[in-house]
Each structure stands twice: as C-alpha cells, then as structure tokens.
C-alpha cells in the first residue's frame, strides 16, 4: 500500500465549476500536510499548508481529518489557470522528508 | 537571488557510466534534498542534508552518493548509471527548523540512461 494515495484523475472540469480532490495516508505519525502543485515539465511549488483547523487561500480550501488520515483539497471558481497536477504531501519530520502522492490531474476547459 | 539551480537540465548516458548532478541554493538554507520523479509514483526521497557535513539516506538510496561540503551545494553522484534510474531529479531545499517549512525545488534534470 502507497503511504501517500490519490486519485489520479484526469478531472475535467469547466471554469467557473468547483472541484474536490481527496488524498489519504497511511503513516499516523505524520507531522504535516500539504498540497504542491506541479505544472508540466516543471517542478513541484507549494500550494498550501494544511493545518488541523482547515484553511481558507482565496479559492482554495484545505482540509485535514487525522482520525481518518484524511487530507482534502477544494478549488471554487476553478480558472484555465488552475490546470496542473496537484501533489498532496505528508512529512513525518518538520516539514522536510517529504512522502508523495503520485498527483491528480486538474484540467480546466473553456 | 536565483533560488534552487540545477545542472544540466537533460543528459543522456550509456549503462555503467557515471555523472555527477549539480544542485546549488543561494537561500542559506540548512536542509537540502534529492527526489526522483517516475510516472505514477510521485516525487521519491533520495538522500537529504539537514547541514554542512551531514548526509543521510531517503526510501530510494541505491546506486547514488551525495556530499555536502558547503551549505550552498548539494552534488549527486550516479555511480554506474543503469536503466532503471532514467528519471527526473529534483533539488530541494528548505530551512530545518518549525514543522511547517515550505520546499523550494530546482527546475530538475531529465536524465535518460540507455
């Protein structure tokens, strides 16, 4: 079983539509969370962190259920710009020692 | 400041060649990495660096070397190329401390091995 598990997509949405990825993890010693999105052929850049509370960043919405090992990430108003692969992360040592999930891929459509 | 840099950005090599991957961060960063990136598997940890002098191995270590001579540098060593490590690297760096510390990655190098 993959420590880090996405869906990996393609979503195909319109602008204007509101989509939700999901990731799960296996370790439950995990420290923190994140979401980086990955354009192609170019490297990963940070998103978001994802704190217990939840967090709010414009159009985007993090969300994080340690009882369920359970990390969401929600896109209102999704823009052509939008369209990437979106990496949910775990790190089980401050924020570094990073564990991946293979990606969702997000594309938006005029 | 130029962030994380990468050298080359593509090579190509023959099986049991080596090479070494340049990696370079101008941010004084303590904390650098290397990552390999597969179709379908995400971003893999190499080695990584929490200082100067000071390496340890990630889920992946085999068939590379890393040193840390300065804070700046962080070379990656192929020790005898094969098939199976045709792959994308990427640099990491960060700062080490807080749980929270944000990844700056280099572009990469798209390294093919025939």
């Known amino acids: 079983r993959k420590e880090v598990e996405q869906d990996p997509g393609p979503f195909n949405v319109p602008e204007g539509a509101t989509v939700a990825f999901n990731c799960t993890y296996s370790?439950?010693?995990?420290?923190?969370f994140f979401w980086y999105r990955q354009d192609c052929r170019k490297e990963p850049k940070l998103l978001m962190s994802?704190?217990?509370s939840g967090n709010e960043d414009g159009r985007f919405t993090a969300q994080l259920n340690r009882a369920s090992q359970y990390i969401s990430l929600l896109i209102r108003d999704s823009k052509l710009s939008d369209s990437a692969t979106y990496l949910c992360?775990?790190?089980?040592?401050?924020?570094?020692?990073?564990?991946f999930g293979a990606g969702t891929i997000l594309r938006v459509k005029s | 400041n130029a962030g994380v840099t990468q050298t080359p950005k593509f090579q190509v090599l023959k099986t049991g060649q080596s090479m070494t991957l340049q990696c370079a961060q101008d941010?004084?960063?303590?904390?650098m990495s290397w990552y390999r990136q597969d179709p379908g598997m995400g971003l893999r940890l190499i080695h990584y660096?929490?200082?100067?002098?000071?390496?340890d191995q990630g889920e992946v270590p085999n068939g590379y070397n890393v040193s840390r001579s300065t804070t700046e540098d962080f070379p990656l060593r192929l020790l005898s190329a094969a098939p199976s490590q045709t792959s994308v690297y990427f640099c990491?760096?960060?700062?080490?401390?807080?749980?929270?510390?944000?990844?700056?990655f280099g572009p990469g190098t798209r390294l093919t091995v025939l």
């Open positions: 990491a760096s960060s700062y080490s401390i807080g749980t929270y510390n944000e990844q700056f």
């Open positions: 370790n439950s010693a995990s420290q923190s």
């Open positions: 994802v704190y217990s």
């Open positions: 992360v775990v790190s089980m040592e401050y924020g570094n020692k990073l564990v």
């Open positions: 941010m004084n960063h303590e904390y």
């Open positions: 660096s929490v200082g100067a002098g000071i390496t």
